[in-house]
């Protein structure tokens, strides 16, 4: 929890200063670019997490991996070099994405289906969706084989849970009373 608000304080630093300089749009890029890269290498993670491994060694390795990462980003990487912080790192991405996101009006609604949403159901989900949200919606699919049909969607902190599997337990649970 205590790295969880200090990511979100980061998070809601770089983003002021991004935006001061008319740089947060670049510098969510390079937020989620740092995000991907951790999420897809477990050595990168291990690199960053480990207390045996000298801040300016991992400063070093950040500047070579992420060269092109504008200034505020790179600003970012000595701040967490400074207060030993480098373990939040993903973290601190992570915020940022979210904040920049809720800044700019977009949403993120995660639909669960039991096979890949195809471009007609997708289309048909997002005008769904716009009938009772006015923000700009991005559609995250996830296949989950066991809802075994139909869909979950998640917008925020509400779902809508239309998948076989619910309707077979509610099922279960009115017979059995």
């Known amino acids: 929890m205590v790295m969880a608000r200090a990511a979100i304080r980061y998070a809601k630093a770089i983003l002021d200063i991004a935006n001061s300089n008319g740089q947060a749009a670049t510098v969510n890029n390079d937020m989620k670019s740092i995000v991907t890269a951790v999420a897809e290498s477990k050595e990168l993670k291990n690199f960053l997490a480990s207390p045996v491994i000298k801040a300016d060694v991992k400063i070093s ?13 790179k600003g970012l990487f000595r ?14 991405a992570s915020q940022y994405n979210a904040l920049f996101d809720e800044m700019n009006g977009v949403e993120t609604a995660k639909v669960t289906t039991a096979f890949p949403i195809t471009p007609e159901l997708e289309a048909k989900v ?7 949200s006015n923000k700009t919606i991005t559609l995250v699919n996830t296949v989950d084989p066991s809802i075994l049909g139909g869909f979950v969607l998640r917008i925020g902190d509400k779902q809508y849970n239309a998948s076989i599997a619910n309707r077979l337990r509610e099922l279960k649970r009115e017979l059995s009373n």
């Open 79 to 92: 701040l967490l070099l400074e207060n030993k912080r480098f373990e939040i790192l993903p973290e601190v």
């Open 61 to 73: 390795a950040l500047s070579e991996i992420f060269a092109s990462v504008q200034s505020e980003t």
């Open 126 to 132: 997002l005008a769904k969706i716009k009938e009772f």
